[in-house]
């Protein structure tokens, strides 16, 4: 049986992530309304800011404290492999212009990889991870200094 704490702390860890993804997919919704180059280079450079913070802390603190605790390679090697693509396709957007002739599909075909991630990791992975025995307040606070880290790093620099 799990204390109030431990659930509080697993809800607190998978509330945040399904937080992150709730904003991502708003991005991505406006980025389909969006109907000017500015607005949309905005948006899409507000959601690889998102989605490399996200991704990182899954990668680095919350897979890893997952894993230990479910039996489950293959959906975690999965996710770590849907990551892998997203990673990709965020390089390559990167390197592109709101000009370029694919940028739009590019950015397309992230948000169609992400949402699918998105849908299959609060499903299955969260469902799983919330019934385990992991040190989800430690695990929180971890994440939360992380992320301030990273968002600290991705920020816009002040001229």
Known sequence: MFTK??????????????EDHKKVKG?????????????????????LMELEVHSKLEEELIYPAIRAEIDDDDLMN???????????????????????ERYDAKFTVLAENVRHHIKEEEAEMFSKAE??????????????????????KKAPKKK
């Open 5 to 18: 704490s431990q659930e509080a702390g697993a809800s607190s860890v998978t509330d945040m992530l399904r």
């Open 27 to 47: 991005l991505f919704d406006k980025f389909e309304q969006a109907e000017d180059t500015k607005a949309k280079q905005q948006i899409v450079e507000t959601a």
């Open 78 to 100: 999965e996710a770590l492999e849907e990551h892998h693509v997203v990673h990709g396709l965020l390089g390559e957007l990167k390197k592109m212009k709101p000009s370029d």
């Open 131 to 152: 019934d385990c025995e992991i040190d989800w307040e430690a695990l929180c606070s971890q994440v939360v200094k992380r992320k301030e880290q990273l968002t600290a």
